[in-house]
């Protein structure tokens, strides 16, 4: 069997032979092998390619990003700096999938327009494989676009120009303004309307890598990647010195006080790492709204670069909708998963059976990290970093033979088969894991599978196959009836 594959393969994750074999197994059961040729390059995919969305405020960067991504999931209002919360969105056009990384952001006064645009611009741009940078083409190219087109330079990423607010003819000799810009071909677009966005995302398809240029693992040679994230002050830079067994990084009372990202080369366990420290962004006075933005930018961006995310908890305050959102953002990026409660020397029997009561209520999705209580202060249980870490990063790359999963799934049809519903019984038919870095199992199935049932199968691939610390995505394909062909 063919084990050296790549993510631009379309077998997925599947040997020549295992392949053969399996689309023999699909004609058998009626399915149309281009369906399912389809379905396991969709699901085999390796990590995708990121693009930043950047412009100064209220150039429409949000309505455009709604217009891509095809629905109103970004926060729109027709003042500057309302965009919140979520910042990665995935996107689908000409049949190629990406990740887009929306920075509608605050705008801060106390810092200075420009240096705040700058600061998001920065982050993004760290993250993404290319760039869309929208500029309002009525206003034309102001200081802060300038400033900007100065960081696009610097990073080197490729640069698709967005002239956007074009609404008719009229507006392209405005448009046309912006080759000043020295960016190249500016592509009018009205992201209001959708007038020019298809143009514009050809354009960026052309620029984005078939797959990112980030190679997971050791196959360049490279030392793994971690990222360290969590709310600001929850102690990332102390850990990270921590492990550093040194002061590499500046450490605060106040909030937030990391500003750039560093990458430190550090070893353990006698291996060497590489930490992305992504501590959140420094406060200064009244920022203390945007300052969660930020944070949130700037920790979508060191997620997208690592493999696994260990994601670092006060035990001594409640678990909060933020460390939620946190835990979230990196298994909805597909990393392995790390869980660390830190201050864990600070806490009394009381606080210890409340916390683990709140575990198991507010995370009871993510069971399957392992956790690790350490002090980051004192430099408590630090040595159980490293085995979870590795535990997590081989869940991660596990992959189940086909033979053995269909053997796997035809024992759970026939003693937990799905409900009937409607008087059908759907059945799994067989299966296939297309993917890996994190496991993705395509199901094919005689009928829909519930969520309830989904989960269910998933969480006995856990049982069966182990995939510690990784998230697991499971997408099923349903026979089409035959003769329904056009």
């Known amino acids: 069997m063919n084990d050296q594959i790549h993510s631009g393969d379309e077998h997925g994750a599947l040997g020549d032979a295992e392949y053969a074999e399996f689309m023999e197994l699909a004609a058998q059961e009626g399915f149309d092998p281009e369906e399912v040729e389809g379905a396991i390059g969709e699901a085999g995919h390796g990590p995708l390619p990121v693009l930043a969305v950047v412009g100064r405020p209220n150039v429409g960067k949000s309505t455009l990003v709604n217009r891509i991504i095809g629905r109103r999931e970004a926060v729109v209002e027709d003042k500057p700096g309302v965009t919140r919360d979520r910042v990665t969105y995935e996107a689908e056009w000409a049949g190629r999938r990406f990740k887009i990384v929306d920075t509608g952001g605050w705008e ?42 100065r960081l696009l330079r610097k990073a080197g990423k490729p640069v698709v120009l967005c002239a956007n607010k ?23 677009v009205s992201s209001l309307h959708g007038r020019g966005t298809g143009d514009m995302l050809d354009a960026v398809l052309e620029a984005l890598p078939e ?73 200064r006075v009244h920022l203390q709204e945007g300052a969660d933005y930020y944070a949130s930018l700037r920790t979508a961006a060191a997620v997208e670069k690592a493999e696994v995310a260990v994601v670092l908890i006060d035990a001594s305050e409640s678990i909060s909708v933020q460390d939620q959102r946190i835990i979230t953002m990196a298994v909805e990026a597909g990393r392995a998963l790390v869980i660390a409660y830190n201050k864990w020397d600070t806490l009394d029997e009381e606080r210890r059976y409340y916390l683990e009561r709140e575990i198991e209520t ?6 399957w990290a392992p956790r690790v209580n350490v002090s980051a202060q004192t430099g408590r249980h630090m040595e159980k970093l490293v085995p979870a870490i590795e535990t997590a990063l081989a869940g991660w790359e596990t992959r189940i033979p086909t033979g ?44 829909f599978l519930e969520a309830g ?28 009836k035959r003769g329904r062909k056009k």
């Open 453 to 480: 049932y989904r989960r269910f199968i998933e969480r006995r691939l856990r049982e069966e196959f182990g995939f510690e610390g990784t998230p697991i995505h499971i997408s099923v394909r349903v026979r089409e």
């Open 211 to 283: 797959a990112p240029a980030q190679t997971f693992g050791q196959a360049m040679g490279g030392p793994r990647r971690i990222a360290l994230i969590g709310r600001p002050n929850v102690g990332k830079s102390s850990l990270l010195n921590r492990v550093a067994n040194e002061d590499r990084v500046v450490v605060n009372e106040i909030a937030g006080t990391t500003r750039d990202p560093v990458d430190e080369l550090i070893e353990l366990g006698g291996i060497t790492w590489k930490f992305i420290d992504t501590a959140g962004i420094r406060r």
């Open 166 to 188: 074009v609404d008719g003819l009229s507006g392209e000799a405005d448009a046309a303004s912006l080759w000043s810009l020295g960016l190249g071909q500016p592509h009018p």
């Open 362 to 367: 507010e995370l009871a999705q993510v069971a």
């Open 108 to 149: 801060q006064d106390v810092l200075g327009i420009d240096a705040s645009v700058a600061a998001q611009a920065e982050y993004a741009i760290e993250a993404a494989d290319a760039v869309v940078f929208v500029v309002d083409s009525t206003v034309g190219a102001t200081d802060t676009d300038e400033a900007v087109v």
């Open 404 to 447: 053995r999963l269909n053997a796997f799934l035809g024992e759970i049809v026939a003693s937990h088969p799905h409900p009937v519903r409607g008087g059908k019984q759907p059945r799994i038919l067989f299966g296939t894991q297309a993917g890996a870095k994190p496991p993705r199992f395509v199901l094919f199935a005689s009928g």
